[in-house]
């Protein structure tokens, strides 16, 4: 019996990335995977192009990510739960992403953030429950000289008040009512 | 790539520009960028255009040029002038005013004879604002990787060490580790592979330092880590950078691919036995990775966890090779030394902390932004000269240094001179750079307890000090900010301060109460005005609305926070 246990044939391995479900991102990831030589090292690597490309890390996607990266599943969902960078759950259609550095802070980010929790009905790091606005908490994004900041849909907002970030979410909402 | 390729590839860039009429620089930091730079960008292409002039006028994109608050900032380049808040229409006019008919846009015009600039000294930001953050050949115009090819070419790794060590130029993220005797360690380590490792995970809220750097002066960064490399015997290099920084990322990857192709990184550099490659590695937004070891982790795909120490970096780091670590701006520092001599760089600041520091200026202040002063400068000057004091109708209160780690400096140690002994005397540190100026409408006892919700959710949980520490800090400040608070609460509150301190294992921990231990002897009043009296304290079932003390806050009784800890 030869002992094959030891070291794998190249195409099972091939075989053991493909996924089953024939989605085409994961040729896009397994291109990021092989760039890395399929190192565990590279775990955040592929997560942050996981996340990229995904959206989010579902935990179908953390087991595939697992199995091609010859790692515990365990230590890929540790590794995707304790950084905040990672997100397990999908995002809403628009993000406001509330900047809660000290500058901001000192410049009344808490107002807007009592607000904006308000007037969505939910907290941040939670999405509304139709699924259109999603509030995340940002530790600094380092746009202090134009305190308070918000960086909405991937734009950088300064010197906002709650008013005015009331409005950009407002906007949103009518949006999603004319549809 | 030689030496000689260097200066021909530098005076063919220089007669380039000299053959312009002139240049039209824009800032295209992320603070600009936020606030149009690129809509005004298009509008001054276009008004060039109308005038046939877009061959002779170069309009381009620099680094960070200072005055955060007041974007987009312009800058002509012939005669220095910069422009403030300029709006489409402002480019538009400056094209046709300002170049065309030589009068300047006034009302747009910023006087740079003000202090905010001339008080500034500017070493690390040298490039920032003045080139073009995306052209290797502007930066070896200015005089780029002419350190890189000295060192490579005609020095031994010993005197580059011995050359930093006499500048005595010290580590700038915070702690202030001397750097030459750093390189010196890894130098020495017994080992067939080193690593140069550039922490760029900038994670102090309200500190933009090391981001306005890396967006501004790439290469800068680039050559500082290959000189170490060199030194230190070190052929592979990471910048490790948050993933919150996407103009920095993109602008490092170019700069990469730029110097790749010159020949500057890579194998046989200006033609020597010197290999040195760089990676880039992103962070995943966890505030513990600035610590060192939790960062080699991170770069090898774990949880950043720290681990105690010793064995340092320096012995013992990415996988199981010396490493040696260095701050973004302590790497900037690198080439200027080399190029301008030690003496020349010791001679800048105070004996012990020489050179110069970049600071991050936010918060209740008049001008917002990136500034760079030599070190020994007195607060006061920082804070009211350069950053024009606090606004209107508000009254200085603290300067809070070192964001979750520092502590806040009162207005009677304003005159303190910034170095790193002397703000360690009133309780604070250097930190990377964030200074944010606070006003009489902050409430202390609140901003101790915004720090130490942000150390309690970014507390890795290894260690029982911090983990459970933070957590119990917070309750306690909660208590007391919402007017329950008792005597008892206040010294339980210190007391588990002071063994949070000293007992945890990495200074995230160590330094996590800083900013209560610095409130609470420069503010006390504040804390004990907010304790519930105690001939009013009712510990019992039945509690008294009334004597929940002078409490500010929502005070929804339920009487047990209080009763908890007597």
Known sequence: MASTTTSRPPDSREAAQRHPSGDNRFKLLDRTITKHHNSGD????????????????????????????????????GVATFYHFFSLKPSGKHTFVLCMGTACYVKGAAVIHKEVEHHCQCKFGETTADGNVSLVQARCVGSCGLAPVAVVDGQVAGKLTAASSLDRIKQWQDEEVTR | MTTEDLHELAEKETDRQRQLRDRILYCAAAGCVSCGSH???????????????????????????????????????????????????????????????????????????????????????????????????????????????????EMQPQDVIEEIRKSGLRGRGGAGYPTGLKWGIVRKAKSEQKYAVCNA?????????????????????????????????????????????????????????????????????????????????????????????ALLRSIQGRRGRPRPRPPYPSEVGLWGMPTLINNVETYANVAPIINRGSAWFAGIGTPKSTGTKVFALAGAIRNTG????????????????????????????????????????????????????????V????????????????????????????????????????????????????????????????????????????????????????????????????????????????????????????????????????????
């Open chain 2, 427 to 566: 309780g604070s540190i250097m930190g990377s750079g964030g200074l944010i100026v606070m006003d009489s409408t902050s409430n202390m006892v609140e901003v101790a307890k915004y720090f130490m919700d942000f150390c309690m959710d970014e507390s890795c949980g290894k260690c029982i000090p911090c983990r459970v520490g933070t957590v119990h800090i917070y309750g306690l400040l909660d208590t007391i900010s919402r007017g329950k608070g008792t005597t008892d609460d206040l010294a339980l509150l210190e007391e588990l301060c002071v063994m949070v301190k000293e007992t945890s294992l990495c200074g995230l921990g160590q330094s996590a109460s800083n900013p209560v231990l610095s409130t609470l002897k420069f503010f006390r009043h504040e804390y004990t005005d907010l304790l519930s009296k105690p001939e009013s304290f009712v510990p019992s079932v039945s509690p008294d609305p009334a004597s929940a003390g002078p409490a500010d806050g929502p005070a929804a009784n339920d009487g047990h926070d209080s009763t908890t800890h007597a």
């Open chain 2, 201 to 293: 995970d900038e994670g102090d809220p309200g500190a933009f330092m090391d981001r306005s750097v890396l967006e501004g002066d790439p290469h800068r960064i680039l050559e500082g880590m290959a000189i170490a490399g060199y030194a230190v015997g070190a052929n592979q290099g990471y910048i490790y950078i948050r993933a919150e920084y996407p103009l920095a990322i993109e602008r490092l990857k170019l700069a990469i691919k730029q110097a790749e192709r010159l020949g500057l990184l890579g194998n046989r550099i200006f033609e020597s036995d010197f290999n040195f490659r760089i990676d880039l590695r992103i962070g995943a937004g966890a505030f513990v990775c600035g610590e060192e070891t």
């Open chain 2, 39 to 153: 809509a005004t960008r298009d509008a001054i292409k276009k008004a060039l255009k109308e005038r046939n002039l877009e061959k002779e006028v170069e309009v381009l994109g620099t680094g960070c040029m200072g005055l955060c608050g007041e974007g987009p900032l312009v800058k002509i380049s012939s005669d220095g002038s910069v422009y403030e808040r300029v709006d489409e229409e402002t480019g538009r006019r400056i094209v046709e005013e300002h170049l065309c008919e030589g009068r300047k846009v006034g009302a747009h015009l910023i006087d740079t004879s003000q202090p905010f600039f001339s008080s500034q000294q500017k070493i690390v930001l040298e490039h920032c604002g003045k080139i073009n953050a995306e052209s290797i050949d502007e930066y070896i115009a200015a005089g780029g990787y002419g350190a890189l090819a000295r060192v490579v070419t």
């Open chain 1, 42 to 77: 590279a775990l955040i690597e592929v997560l942050h192009a996981a996340q990229g490309i995904f959206g989010y890390l579902e935990n179908d996607l953390l087991i595939y990510i697992a199995r091609a990266l010859r790692l515990p599943l365990s230590r890929v969902y």
């Open chain 2, 370 to 425: 990136l500034i760079e002063v030599p070190m020994g400068i007195p607060l006061r000057n920082i804070i009211f000269d350069i950053g024009g004091g606090t606004p209107e109708g508000t009254e200085f209160k603290a300067a809070q240094t070192g964001g979750p780690s520092g502590g806040c400096i009162p207005a009677e140690h304003l005159d303190l001179p910034v170095d790193y002994e002397s703000l360690a005397t």
